[in-house]
């Protein structure tokens, strides 16, 4: 009975109906440490903040192997330094398909490949063999039988959009236009979507003020202060989404619709040199609880309400030897030995009340060096305009400590970071407090953010995608594949 068609056409369907479950949110896993853990402890991280979908920036064998039968769902990179090599040879494509793909599945569940990263504005000399590096994979995709479970495609940097807002007359870098019509039309042929870096950081930190950081971190904009695209009317809530929208709008303008963005790379530091204040803990904890919320609520753009963006945050780990300033080697949630740089819990926000803003782990704390008067301003606004709960620190309560200020000024300002900190609230009362992970909580006296804290439950909210409580969201896939596709796809086997 030869059953070769229909197979296919059940392999497809599956791959259709487990892509339309929303957006997900993944994580990059970057290599440039001094002290980079064995894979096997990796995986263990991963396993233990139910984290789902990864990045790699290549094809490790030993990440390969390590990964094999957890369920996470692989990206493995091209790295930029094999393009050329692979764009030039069918064999060599087929060859590394055998060598890096084949070999690992269906124990290892890769279900992409990224090639290269940032090809055309970082090794502009390799821009001809991208696509060619694309189709030459796809066909030994295609003759090992995996071109189903395993789609291709290219990061692309925000430099190639020289001018993204109003997006609505955003276009590529007309330089690029032919090479950039050849992979738009690549990920039309093939159901694949359009991979994009989408760094809000970079964009604030190089506008010297011309949108506001609150635009950047996804908190509330005043409201006279609102982000409009003159030619829509669309209204902007965040920069994140200003971005997806100039990349549709720039495919748009070369008569590309209908390709999904998956942004592959979002994030921000959590530490800067002296001339980057705006990479600090406070910032990178904003926006990536508040972008984790957004993605996980499927919440389209101004432009395309109805299509969620699968997101991965960069990064898992701090690259403490990559190159650059102070900022680039401290994007990620976790030091290169597993502590954690910062906490994140994830959960809708439409579904996260006021005291349960996913911070667990994370406390705003008093100076202990700070002056004690300033210190008591901090305290008296907190409890008061600030409206924090005070009332564990009052006499008789579990956390009144009578001569101890600043263990009463820490309880205060927790309490307010964690009621606030979505919204805009900050971890300074005049430069008198600070973050740390070292939880204050002591006997009865549980801080906000604390595991043992009730504010950090997660009963009754969407289970996290990742986070040190939780379980994970349901799984989804890439939403490569177009309706189009399909129904083109199927015609030729029912015509």
């Known amino acids: 009975m030869r059953t070769g068609k229909w197979e296919k056409i059940v392999l497809l369907l599956i791959f259709l109906f487990s892509s339309a479950s929303g957006a997900f949110i993944g994580i990059n896993i970057g290599t440039q440490m001094s002290s980079l853990p064995s894979a096997a402890e990796i995986v263990s991280i991963l396993k233990t903040q139910q984290i789902k979908h990864v990045r790699l920036f290549d094809a490790d064998h030993q990440m390969l192997n390590a990964l094999a039968n957890t369920g996470i769902e692989v990206t493995v990179g091209v790295p930029n330094d094999q393009l050329l090599r692979i764009g030039e040879s069918r064999s060599e494509a087929a060859n590394w ?42 066909s030994a995709l295609v003759a090992a039988n995996l071109n189903f479970q395993v789609k291709v495609s290219s990061p692309q940097s925000m430099d190639m959009i020289p001018k ?33 870096n989408a760094q809000p950081y970079y964009a604030y930190a190089k506008g010297q003020g011309i949108f506001p950081l609150e635009y950047a971190l996804f908190r509330p904009l005043d409201p006279n202060n609102q982000i409009v695209d003159p030619n829509t009317n669309f209204q902007y809530t965040n920069m994140f989404d200003a971005m997806i929208d100039a990349a549709y709008y720039s495919m748009q303008s070369l008569n590309f619709s209908n390709i999904p963005v998956t942004v592959m790379a979002s994030g921000w530091p959590s530490l800067g040199g002296a001339s980057e204040p705006e990479a600090n803990i406070d910032n990178a904890l904003a926006y990536n609880s508040n972008l984790i919320r957004h993605v996980l609520n499927s919440s389209g753009t101004p432009s395309q309400p109805t299509t969620s ?15 650059g300033p102070v900022s680039e080697k401290n994007w990620g949630i976790f030091a290169s030995n597993g502590t954690a740089v910062y906490s994140l819990k994830f959960g809708h926000l439409a579904e996260s009340s006021a005291e349960s803003t996913g911070l667990v782990g994370v406390f705003c704390v008093a100076n202990s060096s700070a002056d004690s008067n300033a210190l008591k301003k901090g305290l008296d606004w907190a409890c008061g305009p600030g409206s924090a709960n005070c009332t564990a620190i009052q006499q008789g309560q579990p956390c009144y400590e009578a001569d101890n200020l600043v263990a009463i000024a820490s309880y205060a300002y927790n309490d307010y970071y964690h009621r606030t900190q979505a919204s805009g609230g900050s971890c300074n009362f005049g430069n008198t407090a600070m973050i740390t992970t070292t939880d204050p909580s002591h006997g009865s006296c549980i801080f906000a953010g604390s595991s043992g804290s009730s504010t950090s439950s997660t009963e009754g909210t969407t289970p996290s995608a990742f986070g040190p409580v939780g379980a994970l969201s349901g799984t989804s896939r890439l939403q490569f594949v177009s309706s189009e596709f399909l129904i083109a796809f199927l015609l030729t086997f029912l015509v």
């Open 97 to 138: 398909i055998n060598k890096n793909v084949a070999a690992f599945v269906p124990a290892t569940n890769i279900t992409c490949i990224a090639v290269g990263n940032e090809v055309l504005t970082t090794i502009p000399n390799a821009a001809l063999v991208l696509v060619p590096a694309m189709q030459f994979l796809q």
């Open 164 to 196: 993204h807002f109003p997006p609505s007359t955003a276009t590529f870098n007309l330089s690029w236009n032919s090479v950039m019509y050849q992979y738009l039309q690549f990920l039309k042929n093939t159901g694949s979507s359009f991979m994009l």
């Open 309 to 323: 963006v699968s997101t991965y945050v960069h990064e898992l780990f701090n690259e403490d030897v990559r190159p």
